[in-house]
């Protein structure tokens, strides 16, 4: 059986890609890099939209914004601040719960509201009692075993790993499990109360074996997050940030790597293409008005603005990007686009003579286009085209040299018109990665740069 | 003169004008703070004195839970009439000082809170509580005698009331419903904590001792009430008749 090095208990070992734990302040609960967060304007496309901001949506959030995604995550609920928004007090805490009220029906139905749902940043995480165990490998074959209902289609062998990830991330504290799959947990177990130890007691008098539950609460110092003190409302919402939700847990990364998170927005709707049963995109109302949000992968460059009316465009012409580049970069940080795409470097950087210059298209790269990425939260798309009869792409290596990645685009379609060229893709912010990608244009250039590519490939898929 | 330190009266007197109602049996007598009709097993235990002690919203929430009493807005006044006696009746709140608590039940149905969900037969707990109004009224509980109007509440809380207001309603829900707000009301009031000893808010302070009877010293946090009243409750009420 692999231990993995983590979970060697006192080991300071943390998540490798999840830097959350030291993203949170030691003072204060709330999180200290909301001003860094990602702001998309309406019309942007994004990448994926995550309908609440809860355990599965957040989590899945940042993971995915670490392989470059970029992501809104819609939320009904508000952003919340544990020093000044929670309670320790029962009734106090009701705005944690979902409480729009849901019909329930049957002999005896599961009462909802504060039993099972959440609302606002954080989800149910924010008011579940912290208990995280794992399923026992029995658990995936209750038809088999024991007749009843149906086996999983995977084991617990396909989850152990993703088991062992999230009780180093949360992370989970409890004592060594000796059944099913034994196991062991980062942290070790909490004290018990005294209800707890008389029952414990009882259990041995029995000849019953009992251990400490594992709960997804630090016993001991985790990142700037503290050591549990016990206070005892842990289904209020945890003002210590001592008890796991993905607000401390997954959230401070996610708006590292780009992640916007709309509070206070109700998603109402899907948006369908009837012709191709796509999704396109999230309707959703807000405190004021309703609003919606395009959905389009980042990556498939292939869509047509004058198709795709939710995309919002500006074009520019003319523009002298290595004399006066200012000019773009203060539209750009006025506008806040999600996405820059330089595309005909000769109409937009006048001042450029050959393209295929390495020390011009140095000075491009300098002046006009790494500024663009650095400045505004926008991602910068740089389409340089060379000469079909060249070897390969000149004048690239400067871009080589400061961009994220290089890919090389064919029109293949009509040979004599045949490009080769590079689309460079400048990460909006030095740690985000994006995800490999090559492409193929299906079609001319059209006369206003925009180019029809399919994505062809992911090299490295983010799942 | 002199006190008789033999005779209860030189302690702070705070039941309100019916003092001459005798505590039940040998439930003490609440000498700090107070709880609902003064006494209890933890009489010299207030948690409000606790306040400083816990973080600025908490107590703000928590204070103004007890000074501001939200005004009735929600409740006709013959409702409130009629609901007051009813909630007197269940929460055995037979002396003052009391709980308010169908100030709050009013407060949170006025400000059309609820608490996420609604059985398919049941309407909004708006209307369920008009028709439990209507329903006490027309069995006129509000003159009742105290027995019959306990034997009324078990019938209420078997769902064996039948007739008029009654057959709209599925009536074990419907005091479900009630239970559910009067209960809520009753024990987010600090009176009800210095009844019951809980530790209230414990915001930033936390606990460092758990109450293992295992352990020989530091079972109880200093500030934790103090016990008067060893007796196991079900033993207890078994004892008296009362189950």
Known sequence: MRIPESFVKGSVVMPKDNDSPYLLDMHERGLQNLDRMAKYPLSAPVDLVVVGAGAGGVTLAQRLARAGWRIVILEKGPFWDPDRDWVSDEKGSAGLYWNDIRIISGDDPIEMGKNNSGVGVGGSMTHFAGYTPRFHPSDFEVKTRDGVAVDWPISYWDLKESFERIELELPVAGQDWPWGDPHSYPHGPHPIAGA????????????????????????????????????????????????????????????????EVRANCMATRVEIDEATGRCTGVTYVDEENSAQLALQRFHALGYDPKKHAALEYIWYAGVDLLNEPEKLLEDAQELEPALVIVDSLSRVALGIKSENDNAEMSRLMKLGVIPIARETNAGVVLVHHTS???????????????????????????????????????????????????????????ADGWARVERTDIEEDPF | ???????????????????????????????????????????????????????????????????????????????????????????????????????????KLFEGKRDGYR????????????????????????????EDQVAYCHRFANGKLFGGVWDTLNVSRAWSVAMRYLLQAFYSHPWSWNEIGFGGPAYPRGYSRFGSPHLQSAERETWEGKQAYEADPVEDTQKRGLE
Request: hydrophobic share 35%; net charge negative.
């Open chain 1, 388 to 446: 079909a009869t060249g070897t390969g792409p000149r004048g690239a290596t400067a871009i080589r040299n400061s961009a994220d990645q290089v890919i090389s685009i064919i029109a293949a379609e009509d040979k004599t018109k045949a490009k080769t060229g590079t689309l460079n893709i400048f990460p909006s912010k030095p740690r985000r990665k994006t995800a490999h990608i090559a492409a193929r244009i299906t079609g001319d250039i059209e």
């Open chain 2, 119 to 146: 059985y398919f037969d049941m309407p909004d707990d708006d209307e369920t509580w008009r028709r439990i109004a209507r329903g006490l009224d027309e069995a006129d509980f509000v003159h009742l005698s105290v």
């Open chain 1, 196 to 259: 707890a130890s008389v029952a414990w007691q009882g259990a041995r008098n029995c000849g019953i074996e009992m251990r400490v539950g594992p709960v997804s609460i630090t016993n001991g110092v985790f990142g700037n997050r503290p050591h549990c003190i016990y206070r005892g409302f842990c289904l209020q919402g945890c003002k210590v940030n001592a008890k796991a939700s993905p607000l401390i847990t997954h959230l401070p990364d996610a708006i590292e790597y780009g992640v």
């Open chain 2, 1 to 107: 003169m002199a006190h008789d330190f033999t005779e209860p009266h030189h302690l702070p007197n705070r039941r309100g004008p019916e003092q001459s109602h005798a505590d039940p049996y040998e439930l003490p007598r609440q000498r700090r703070g107070i709880t609902p009709q003064m006494h209890g097993r933890y009489p010299d235990y207030d948690i409000l004195e606790q306040a400083g002690h816990w973080d600025e919203v908490t107590r703000k929430v928590v204070l103004d839970r007890v000074d501001n009493v939200p005004e009735i807005r929600f409740f006709s006044t013959e409702e409130v009439e009629t609901l007051t006696v009813f909630a007197d009746v269940v929460l055995a709140q037979d002396a003052e000082p009391r709980i308010p608590v169908l100030a709050y039940v009013d407060e």
